[in-house]
């Protein structure tokens, strides 16, 4: 049993399946364009470098512990929470956290990106890295309505920075969501700022009573990676652990493209109205 969102489910019960890997295909660029169509994500295990994923989280960690969030008689690397402790939200470009930064930016990611559009990409400056505490979760939503001001051809990149049990809540994603046509035409035309709305529910059972599909998750190591885009409606699994679940989001398109500017450029002005 797992808990989804306000739920409890069974994994590999009626309402929770293992998400798919992609790995087979990885090096196929035309069968993982065809699977992102079809499944609406893509899972690869061990994109990046495992190194350089450990080097990021050594360097969240530190800043963490200079903040006074974690708890000093435990290792550093394994991230256990402070008493008092809640989630932090670490958005932003990040520019003080350069292992980071060479995880997201560098020249593998971008190469995959130019390769599977292509065209030549671009990502976002702004990053969203956060340190998930006991406890927390994220309701179910869709990324367009917090990024839809640009073109409407923006991936996620989701990557945990260290392994994540399903009881430190990783991702879930609602499997066939992205063509959920009644749901992308109502609450998939929203705008974040300009509506006042945010995650369409914390029950992830009243959409698949609504419209269908299945909810489909997986245990994470450091170095894989889950890529969606705007119109896939996900959600995390609640922590239950003492330890802080570090995951940072990343968002690639096409460089020709219209790009929302709250998140772009060298100060990116983020959710305004």
């Known amino acids: 049993m797992v808990k989804v969102g306000s739920r409890e489910l069974e994994m590999h019960g009626p309402h929770l399946t293992e998400l798919r890997s992609s790995n087979d295909i990885m090096h196929d660029v035309e069968a993982l364009r065809a699977r992102l169509e079809a499944d609406g994500?893509?899972?690869?295990?061990?994109?990046?470098?495992?190194?350089?994923v450990a080097l990021a989280r050594t360097s969240i960690l530190e800043k963490m512990r200079g903040m006074g969030k974690l708890d000093r008689d435990t290792e550093l690397e394994e991230g256990y929470m402070a008493d008092g402790s809640k989630t932090i939200f670490m958005g932003g470009t990040n520019e003080d956290l350069p292992a980071l930064l060479n995880v997201l930016n560098g020249d593998h990611v971008m190469r995959f990106w130019d390769t599977?559009?292509?065209?030549?990409?671009?990502?976002?400056?702004?990053?969203?890295?956060?340190?998930?505490?006991?406890?927390?979760?994220?309701?179910?939503?869709?990324?367009?309505?917090?990024m839809g001001r640009g073109t409407q051809n923006v991936y996620t990149v989701w990557s945990p920075l260290g392994d994540i049990p399903y009881e430190m809540g990783g991702l879930a994603i609602c499997l066939g969501s992205h063509r959920f046509d009644q749901l992308k035409a109502t609450y998939g035309t929203k705008d974040s700022d300009r509506d006042g709305i945010g995650h369409y529910t914390n029950d992830p059972l009243l959409i698949t009573e609504k419209f269908g599909g299945k909810w489909a998750t997986a245990e994470f190591e450091a170095g894989d990676v889950l890529i969606f885009g705007m119109f896939l409606l996900h959600c995390s699994l609640e922590n239950t652990t003492n330890q802080y679940r570090l995951s940072v989001d990343a968002r690639y398109q096409s460089a020709s493209e219209a790009v929302d500017e709250r998140w772009s450029g060298k100060k990116p002005r983020g959710h305004y109205k």
């Open 41 to 52: 994500y893509l899972l690869l295990r061990g994109f990046h470098d495992p190194g350089e």
């Open 116 to 146: 599977l559009l292509g065209e030549r990409s671009l990502t976002y400056h702004y990053k969203w890295l956060r340190a998930v505490g006991k406890g927390d979760f994220t309701g179910a939503h869709y990324d367009i309505i917090y």
